[in-house]
């Protein structure tokens, strides 16, 4: 019960994110350092002290670590706030889980990428905000993962 409600508010902030990114092409650092740390927080609660998941739960933060890297040597062709992001929905996704939410996320993005080029909708060096992806995939992972098919 409570990994659904954590699930869901990190959802909900999600729609927030993919929204604020639509807009502006970024992220509210602000807020998504906020949020992290009350996540981490919440996760270590349910980790230590309620003694109900292994902190080995965790690993799905290497994800996001690693986007991160990548964002640095692309000189920031992936933004940093994307894997702030991705970095968050790891501390409610175990590893496989993170990594099929982000794959998720990149085919979205590369399939939309692919139609505005061929539709020439926009030019080829067009930003595509790339947290409405990860909303997406982040919610259909959470509905497997509650459904018990993961």
């Known amino acids: 019960m409570l990994t659904i409600f954590g699930m869901s508010v990190m959802w909900l902030y999600l729609v927030y994110a993919a929204l604020y990114d639509i807009r502006y092409k970024k992220i509210n650092m602000e807020i998504a350092g906020l949020f992290a740390l009350v996540i981490l927080i919440s996760r270590i609660v349910v980790i230590v002290v309620l003694n109900q998941e292994s902190a080995t739960s965790l690993l799905g933060v290497l994800v996001g670590f690693g986007v991160l890297v990548l964002s640095i040597i692309s000189r920031r062709q992936i933004g940093i706030g994307d894997a702030v992001i991705i970095i968050m929905c790891g501390l409610s996704l175990n590893l496989l889980e ?7 996320a990149l085919l979205g993005s590369a399939c939309v990428g692919i139609l505005i080029v061929i539709f020439r909708a926009r030019s080829r060096r067009y930003r595509i905000a790339f947290i409405p992806f990860v909303c997406i995939s982040y919610g259909a992972v959470c509905i497997w993962k509650v459904l018990g098919s993961m």
Do not use: P, V
Request: proline share 0%; hydrophobic share 85%; aromatic share 14%.
């Open 98 to 104: 993170n990594m099929i939410m982000f794959l998720m």
